[in-house]
């Protein structure tokens, strides 16, 4: 049983606090490979949405002490658009962050971090970095910035301009951890932080993201949070299953139909028997109101 509260949770709550961006600032260093200190957390799409609007994803954005944008994101469930919203996210930053008459050399660089417990496309690693280059289609040399631009806007390559990506499929991690970042991705997927591990920002995340040390109306809603997570789960799972059983029987779209519609309702009589009330049983599930209520009264 993990003794450290999830990652996704503890972005929307605990990792906002000054005291607390030291578990932050030790992650994107271990990942980035250079030492990061958080300057500020701003506001983003994700971070002004209620905790329980989405349960699948969680952001937060960071401005460095070099002017760059971070954007960690926590994803859960799979979007086949996934990559498509990568793009959207930080093609919004770019604008949002830039005052209308200001030069477009003040445009700030922006990092694009997803951290992911589903899959993504294909591919067997679980960490995944981007950093594009514009190649000559005919000679295939690089461009680059001259020496003007290069002392002007402190870039070496012309990549330094645009956003990076970076990937993280934790659920392609093996729980074997080779270096220090991947003590993270460990911690990322497990909730825990072994003794003997060293990277930046896990000490501070062990002492500061324990469950034990969480306030009664935070402890609260955590577990709230986790019992949503299982159900959620448990509603994916199900309905993959019964209408992929449904599907054999009786032709797989009529059969997923009912299979997924059966699921949820099972899963609302779970929900219903732990005491969630009917707004969150309905997000979880897409149950209407009045088909919930009549599941209550029918015991």
């Known amino acids: 049983m993990p003794t450290l509260v ?4 503890a972005v929307k709550k605990l990792l906002r606090n000054k005291a607390n961006f030291g578990v932050l600032e030790g992650f994107l260093s271990e990942l980035l490979g250079f030492d990061i200190t958080i300057e500020q957390i701003l506001e983003s799409e994700g971070n002004k949405q209620h905790l329980y ?27 086949t658009d996934y990559f498509h919203r990568i ?5 919004k930053l770019v604008t949002e962050y830039i005052q209308e008459g200001v030069g477009y050399g ?14 993504l496309g294909q591919g067997k690693d679980y960490i995944y970095e981007y950093d594009g280059a514009f190649v000559g289609r005919h000679l295939n040399d690089r461009l680059k910035p001259n020496a003007w631009q290069k002392d002007k806007f402190g870039i070496r390559e012309v990549a330094d301009i645009f956003p990076k990506y970076y990937i993280l499929k934790l659920n392609n991690f093996n729980d074997i951890a080779k270096n220090t970042l991947d003590e993270w991705i460990y911690f990322l997927k497990n909730s825990e932080v072994p003794q003997n591990y060293k990277a930046k920002g896990l000490k501070e995340a062990d002492e500061k ?16 949070f986790q019992e949503s ?5 448990d509603v994916a799972e199900t309905a993959e299953r019964k209408g992929m059983e449904k599907g054999m029987e009786k032709g797989m779209e009529k059969g997923m139909e009912k299979g997924i519609q059966q699921s949820k309702l099972e899963i ?8 969630l009330d009917n707004d969150l049983i309905a997000q979880l599930t897409n149950l209407t109101i009045e088909e919930i209520e009549t599941l209550r009264k029918n015991g």
Do not use: C, P
Request: charged share 35%.
């Open 209 to 224: 993201l324990k469950i034990s040390q969480l306030s009664d109306t935070d402890r609260k809603e955590y577990e709230h």
């Open 268 to 275: 609302a009589k779970t929900a219903i028997n732990k005491g």
């Open 229 to 233: 997570r299982w159900i959620e789960k």
């Open 106 to 119: 003040s445009i700030k660089k922006v990092i694009s971090i997803s951290i992911l417990y589903f899959k």
């Open 87 to 91: 793009l959207y996210g930080t093609s």
């Open 53 to 79: 609007d989405k349960f699948n994803r969680v952001d937060i954005l960071v401005r460095t002490n070099q002017d760059e944008l971070m954007l960690v994101e926590v994803q859960n469930e799979a979007e």
């Open 6 to 9: 999830r990652f996704d949770w």
